[in-house]
């Protein structure tokens, strides 16, 4: 959070159950504070529409929280959007991005390879006047894709990584009959 409001781009890499939510959300309402507008992409419209709700619930009526997905479009002019990736990679086509702060969750579809020249493209087309909050569990090089991003943007990015997991993973096999079946040793 403290890297966000110093300005710099920031990389977040932990977990799943670590906070990386409770970062945006904070960033959000700094960035809304500022008078500014803030946008949070996800790979997928379900993803989407999951956090339009929960970011409505958590902001409005204070702060306007709009969608856009390839369906959908609610309050595209909201002081907090909610979209989908590929949305948002379109606007910065269009010209008609303006944003303070944008988030891209799920930043390790960068590495896929058909989808991944979508979040290229949106880290390469923001606006030096946004500030990037990108947010994965999965992402094993992060001081390659930070010194990438900071060859494209010409401004540090914060790396921040988070190893420990506090919610416990556990194997296991759905039998069809038994249903989940832990898998020990």
């Known amino acids: 959070i403290e890297s966000l409001r110093e300005g710099n781009d920031t990389l977040v890499i932990a977990p799943t159950g670590t906070g990386k939510t409770?970062?945006?959300?904070?960033?959000?309402?700094?960035?809304?504070?500022?008078?500014?507008?803030?946008?949070?992409?996800?790979?997928?419209?379900?993803?989407?529409?999951?956090?339009?709700?929960?970011?409505?619930?958590?902001?409005?009526?204070?702060?306007?929280?709009?969608?856009?997905?390839?369906?959908?479009?609610?309050?595209?002019?909201?002081?907090?959007?909610?979209?989908?990736?590929?949305?948002?990679?379109?606007?910065?086509?269009?010209?008609?991005?303006?944003?303070?702060?944008?988030?891209?969750?799920?930043?390790?579809?960068?590495?896929?390879?058909?989808?991944?020249?979508?979040?290229?493209?949106?880290?390469?087309?923001?606006?030096?006047?946004?500030?990037l909050l990108m947010l994965s569990a999965s992402i094993s090089n992060p001081q390659d894709i930070a010194a990438w991003i900071e060859s494209i943007r010409h401004r540090p990015v914060r790396i921040v990584s988070v190893v420990h997991r506090p919610v416990e993973l556990r194997l296991g096999f759905m039998h069809p009959e038994f249903g989940v079946i832990p898998l020990e040793d």
């Open 22 to 131: 409770y970062i945006a959300v904070q960033a959000i309402e700094e960035t809304v504070r500022q008078g500014q507008r803030a946008i949070y992409t996800a790979p997928l419209k379900a993803l989407s529409n999951s956090k339009y709700a929960e970011f409505k619930k958590r902001f409005e009526p204070k702060v306007s929280v709009g969608l856009l997905t390839g369906d959908r479009k609610i309050e595209g002019n909201a002081q907090v959007v909610i979209a989908t990736t590929e949305i948002y990679r379109n606007e910065l086509y269009s010209f008609r991005e303006n944003y303070g702060l944008v988030v891209l969750d799920e930043l390790h579809y960068l590495a896929d390879p058909q989808r991944g020249p979508v979040w290229e493209e949106s880290i390469i087309l923001a606006p030096q006047s946004a500030t």
